[in-house]
Protein backbone atom coordinates (compact mmCIF):
# COMPACT_ATOMS: atom_id res chain seq x y z
CA UNK A 1 0.00 0.00 0.00
CA UNK A 2 2.95 2.44 1.00
CA UNK A 3 4.47 1.72 -2.55
CA UNK A 4 1.30 2.83 -4.79
CA UNK A 5 0.87 5.65 -2.42
CA UNK A 6 4.40 6.51 -3.55
CA UNK A 7 3.81 5.61 -6.75
CA UNK A 8 0.71 7.64 -6.97
CA UNK A 9 2.35 10.82 -5.44
CA UNK A 10 5.51 10.69 -7.84
CA UNK A 11 3.57 10.62 -10.98
CA UNK A 12 1.18 13.46 -9.68
CA UNK A 13 4.22 15.35 -9.41
CA UNK A 14 5.54 14.62 -12.33
CA UNK A 15 2.32 15.53 -13.88
CA UNK A 16 2.24 18.84 -12.14
CA UNK A 17 5.69 19.77 -12.93
CA UNK A 18 5.11 18.90 -16.78
CA UNK A 19 1.55 20.99 -16.81
CA UNK A 20 3.60 23.90 -15.05
CA UNK A 21 5.89 24.38 -17.94
CA UNK A 22 5.38 26.41 -21.09
CA UNK A 23 5.48 24.06 -23.96
CA UNK A 24 6.40 27.40 -26.47
CA UNK A 25 9.45 28.11 -24.12
CA UNK A 26 12.31 29.12 -26.03
CA UNK A 27 15.31 28.82 -23.96
CA UNK A 28 17.76 30.25 -26.33
CA UNK A 29 15.54 33.47 -27.07
CA UNK A 30 14.51 33.99 -23.49
CA UNK A 31 18.68 34.45 -22.68
CA UNK A 32 19.09 36.68 -25.65
CA UNK A 33 16.37 38.75 -24.05
CA UNK A 34 17.79 38.39 -20.67
CA UNK A 35 14.39 37.16 -19.68
CA UNK A 36 13.87 35.72 -16.42
CA UNK A 37 12.15 32.12 -15.24
CA UNK A 38 8.89 34.20 -15.95
CA UNK A 39 10.06 35.94 -19.09
CA UNK A 40 10.51 39.20 -17.54
CA UNK A 41 13.44 41.55 -16.42
CA UNK A 42 14.07 44.54 -14.84
CA UNK A 43 13.92 47.86 -16.95
CA UNK A 44 14.19 51.84 -15.67
CA UNK A 45 11.32 53.75 -16.64
CA UNK A 46 11.11 57.80 -17.04
CA UNK A 47 8.01 59.71 -16.87
CA UNK A 48 8.63 62.48 -19.00
CA UNK A 49 6.59 65.86 -17.07
CA UNK A 50 6.61 69.10 -18.24
CA UNK A 51 9.50 70.99 -17.28
CA UNK A 52 9.36 74.51 -15.87
CA UNK A 53 11.32 76.44 -18.35
CA UNK A 54 8.30 75.89 -21.49
CA UNK A 55 6.68 79.34 -21.05
CA UNK A 56 10.84 80.80 -21.61
CA UNK A 57 10.82 79.62 -25.15
CA UNK A 58 9.14 80.57 -28.58
CA UNK A 59 7.54 77.87 -30.71
CA UNK A 60 9.87 77.92 -33.01
CA UNK A 61 12.58 77.74 -30.32
CA UNK A 62 10.50 74.52 -29.00
CA UNK A 63 10.02 72.86 -32.42
CA UNK A 64 13.76 72.93 -32.89
CA UNK A 65 14.30 71.53 -29.14
CA UNK A 66 11.54 68.91 -30.16
CA UNK A 67 13.55 67.51 -33.17
CA UNK A 68 16.90 67.45 -30.99
CA UNK A 69 14.45 65.61 -28.82
CA UNK A 70 13.48 63.60 -31.29
CA UNK A 71 16.70 62.90 -32.67
CA UNK A 72 18.30 61.94 -28.95
CA UNK A 73 15.43 59.50 -28.82
CA UNK A 74 16.38 57.65 -32.18
CA UNK A 75 20.14 57.86 -31.08
CA UNK A 76 19.25 56.39 -27.83
CA UNK A 77 17.12 53.56 -29.41
CA UNK A 78 19.82 52.86 -31.88
CA UNK A 79 22.48 52.28 -29.25
CA UNK A 80 20.17 49.90 -27.79
CA UNK A 81 19.73 51.74 -24.11
CA UNK A 82 16.24 53.00 -25.28
CA UNK A 83 13.68 50.18 -26.15
CA UNK A 84 10.08 52.22 -25.88
CA UNK A 85 8.97 55.80 -26.33
CA UNK A 86 5.91 58.08 -26.46
CA UNK A 87 4.05 60.54 -25.84
CA UNK A 88 0.73 60.26 -23.80
CA UNK A 89 -2.65 61.58 -25.92
CA UNK A 90 -3.77 64.10 -24.09
CA UNK A 91 -0.48 66.05 -22.71
CA UNK A 92 -0.81 68.20 -20.11
CA UNK A 93 1.51 67.78 -17.34
CA UNK A 94 2.95 64.21 -17.85
CA UNK A 95 4.24 64.37 -21.53
CA UNK A 96 5.65 60.65 -22.19
CA UNK A 97 7.25 57.33 -21.19
CA UNK A 98 10.39 56.25 -21.86
CA UNK A 99 11.57 53.06 -20.97
CA UNK A 100 15.63 51.85 -20.78
CA UNK A 101 17.78 48.45 -20.74
CA UNK A 102 19.99 49.75 -18.22
CA UNK A 103 20.48 48.25 -14.51
CA UNK A 104 20.82 51.71 -12.94
CA UNK A 105 19.03 54.71 -12.58
CA UNK A 106 21.87 56.33 -12.38
CA UNK A 107 22.60 55.39 -16.01
CA UNK A 108 19.17 55.87 -17.43
CA UNK A 109 19.67 59.67 -15.65
CA UNK A 110 22.79 60.06 -17.63
CA UNK A 111 20.88 59.33 -20.92
CA UNK A 112 18.21 61.67 -19.94
CA UNK A 113 20.59 64.09 -19.37
CA UNK A 114 21.87 63.96 -23.62
CA UNK A 115 18.09 64.75 -24.52
CA UNK A 116 17.79 68.97 -25.55
CA UNK A 117 14.49 69.04 -24.10
CA UNK A 118 15.87 68.08 -20.51
CA UNK A 119 18.75 70.59 -21.19
CA UNK A 120 16.35 73.12 -22.06
CA UNK A 121 13.99 72.38 -19.17
CA UNK A 122 11.21 71.86 -21.68
CA UNK A 123 11.28 68.76 -19.92
CA UNK A 124 11.63 66.23 -16.97
CA UNK A 125 12.14 62.92 -15.88
CA UNK A 126 10.91 61.26 -13.10
CA UNK A 127 12.75 57.81 -13.36
CA UNK A 128 11.14 54.48 -11.66
CA UNK A 129 12.67 51.26 -11.61
CA UNK A 130 10.00 48.28 -13.69
CA UNK A 131 9.67 44.62 -14.18
CA UNK A 132 8.27 44.05 -17.51
CA UNK A 133 8.09 41.62 -20.21
CA UNK A 134 11.91 41.23 -21.96
CA UNK A 135 9.68 40.43 -25.13
CA UNK A 136 9.83 44.63 -25.16
CA UNK A 137 13.66 44.17 -26.42
CA UNK A 138 12.13 42.94 -29.47
CA UNK A 139 10.28 45.74 -30.66
CA UNK A 140 13.12 47.44 -32.61
CA UNK A 141 13.21 44.27 -34.51
CA UNK A 142 9.36 44.45 -35.50
CA UNK A 143 9.03 48.37 -35.34
CA UNK A 144 10.43 49.24 -38.62
CA UNK A 145 8.49 46.44 -40.66
CA UNK A 146 5.34 48.65 -39.43
CA UNK A 147 6.52 52.13 -39.21
CA UNK A 148 5.44 53.92 -43.29
CA UNK A 149 6.23 57.45 -41.98
CA UNK A 150 9.35 58.75 -39.86
CA UNK A 151 8.80 61.07 -37.04
Not at 48 to 71: F, T
Not at 96 to 102: E, H, N
Request: aromatic letters at 10%; proline letters at 3%; glycine letters at 8%.
Amino acid sequence: MKSFILLLSLTLLCQFNASAQNENFDAELAKKLGADDYGMKAYIMAFLMAGDKVAEYSPEQRAEIQKGHMANINKLAEEGKLILAGPFINGGEKRGIFVFDVSTKAEAEKLTNTDPAIQAGVLKMELIEWYGSAALMMLSEFYPKIQKKDF
